[in-house]
């Protein structure tokens, strides 16, 4: 079966691929049945109450996407512009915009070899106005929160942290925001959840997401605030999805060891740290370029690590003394991640491997 992949694309095995064998075709007509598709419906505060409650947080505050969830966790610290947060090099630019849209700076620090902030870094970029640290538990991986939460404690800083990528690792900064992308490990199509325990931070997060409307819905506005709201129809998909996601990641750490085993003694693949929830199957390659076209025109799509914030063209771009010898940007040039999702069987892993070592047999140095 060819599947149409989120960038429209057609490839035999995507990168990801969303399943939806749960209760989504249930919760979706009974939304339709209701005639309540706006946020008004039952399913967010239901999907709200749920996904907290699987986190262990007392509140959870459900977002149009990870991005918006990301970004009233900043508007509720109540920063100026002239106050900055740590954000790591190695990250998808949403975390870095969401900071600007929140209305502060982001000031990065490289990443260490498992992708994941420099914590020993971290301490060097504090000044005055740093204000809070926003850990990205990248691709599946969790950061060193340990450190993290002290470093935030001594310096009275807080901790937002971009759980986008990570459902299933458990937050302990002052925020965590997970995305519902197409791509991620769970799915409303697109959406995001801001999860905390402190009711001051859910309130303003809720009232961040909703216009800030009054109580009494009287049209004045005490600030400027955005529409972040979910829909009932996502929250409906998304409840669905939660109900499945031990299941998932289950599926997903087979996959992960699956693949370890193949690519293990494969000459020009490099395997990665293990990861503490599997979101993509994250490998470093030789020949990366043309292992990707040979990749692609059997069907197989792969994508390339992000790269460095400080390389991208709004943040200093253009100078590359800023970004050429970031550990970020060596393992940006070299990264790709392969298709993850739960229903790849050992039979398409075997194909997309064999594809693999086929390259490397016909393009020895
Ligand atoms: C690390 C990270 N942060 C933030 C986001 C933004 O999430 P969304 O696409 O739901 O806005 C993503 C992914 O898309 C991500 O990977």
Not at 176 to 187: D, E, P, V
């Amino acid at each position: 079966m060819w599947r149409f992949i989120l960038n429209k694309m057609e490839y035999k095995y995507p990168v990801a691929s969303p399943c939806f064998k749960g209760n989504e075709r249930k919760y979706l007509e009974d939304v339709l049945n209701s005639g309540i598709i706006s946020s008004q419906g039952k399913y967010i505060p239901e999907f709200e109450r749920d996904f907290a409650d699987y986190n262990g947080s007392k509140h959870g505050v459900a977002c149009s996407s990870g991005t918006a969830a990301l970004t009233i966790a900043v508007q509720s610290l109540h920063l100026n512009p002239t106050d900055e947060i740590i954000v790591p090099e190695f990250t998808m630019v949403a975390s870095a915009w969401a900071v600007e849209y929140g209305g502060a700076k982001p000031v990065f620090v490289d990443c260490k070899d498992d992708l994941n902030i420099d914590v020993d870094k971290i301490e060097k970029r504090i000044n005055e106005r740093t204000k809070a640290i926003m850990p990205v538990h990248v691709y599946g991986r969790k950061c060193d929160m340990d450190r993290i939460m002290d470093i935030s404690r001594r310096y009275n800083l807080r901790v937002i942290e971009d759980s986008a990528e990570s459902h299933g690792i458990k937050p302990t900064g002052d925020i965590a925001c997970f995305s519902l992308y197409g791509n991620k490990i769970i799915t409303a199509g697109e959406g995001g959840i801001a999860v905390t325990n402190d009711d001051s931070l859910d309130y303003q997060m809720r009232h961040l997401r909703s216009m800030a409307f009054s109580a009494d819905h009287d049209f004045l506005h005490p600030k400027r605030a955005n529409n972040f709201r979910m829909t009932n129809l996502q929250a409906a998909v998304a409840k669905a999805q939660l109900e499945q996601l031990p299941e998932f990641l289950q599926r997903r750490r087979e996959i992960e060891g699956y693949y370890n085993n193949g690519l293990t003694d494969v000459k020009g693949v490099k395997l990665m740290p293990k990861r503490d929830v599997v979101w993509f199957y994250d490998v470093l390659v030789e020949k990366r370029a043309e292992l990707q076209k040979h990749l692609k025109e059997n069907g197989i799509e792969t994508r390339q690590f992000f790269k460095p914030m400080s390389r991208q063209p709004m943040y200093s771009g253009n100078k590359e003394i800023t970004w050429k010898n970031l550990n970020a940007n060596k393992f940006g040039e070299t990264g790709i991640y392969l298709p993850t999702y739960v229903e790849l069987t050992p039979e398409d892993q075997n194909y997309i491997m064999d594809k693999i070592k086929e390259f490397y047999s016909t393009h020895r140095d």
